[in-house]
């Protein structure tokens, strides 16, 4: 049986992780108005993904004999200055969904619960490759700056993501 103070903290996460999906959704709109279609195929691929975060969380909530409650997801904004500026709030945001996760982590060992620790391991592992990410692009949009063809190379590569 789960704790309901770590369940009260795993449904907050559920929450936390509908929202990025939102935000990535809406990353991948901003970028699907401006024709960019690798960065937006990128923010969607994005977005399902943290769907699948959601859901493993909502899962082990069930598989622990917990309850789920839902509630209402914040707005994500809809309007970026750049693609840089984008990738630059993705990067931040996940630095804060790290956040999230290590208070979970440190949740988890104070109540003892051993098979949240194991769940958290796979999000902490998992949020050193979604920074990564995230900052890699940043980089290269840096480099890019203004150059439309190096834009739509980038364009071309993030395209690619399966």
Not at 44 to 55: G, P, R
Not at 77 to 95: I, N
Not at 117 to 131: G, H, N, P, R, T
Not at 144 to 156: E, H, N, Q, R, T
């Amino acid at each position: 049986m789960i704790a309901e103070k770590m369940q009260g903290a795993m449904n907050e996460q559920i929450n936390a992780e509908l929202y990025s999906a939102y935000l990535y959704l809406a990353m991948a709109a901003y970028f699907e108005d401006r024709n960019l279609k690798g960065m937006a195929h990128w923010m969607e691929k994005q977005a399902a993904e943290e769907y699948a975060h959601a859901k493993k969380f909502y899962d082990f909530i069930f598989e622990r004999g917990g309850r789920v409650t839902l509630k209402a997801i914040a707005s994500p904004p809809a309007a970026w200055k750049s693609p840089l500026d984008v990738f630059r709030e993705a990067y931040a945001h996940e630095q804060k969904v790290t956040g999230l996760i290590y208070a979970l982590v440190e949740l988890a060992a104070a109540e003892k619960d051993h098979a949240a620790s194991v769940l958290l391991d796979w999000y902490v592992a998992e949020q050193v490759e979604e920074e990564a990410s995230a900052s890699e692009i940043v980089a290269q949009l840096e480099v890019v700056k203004d150059s439309p063809p190096a834009l739509f190379m980038l364009d071309g590569r993030l395209g690619q993501r399966e």
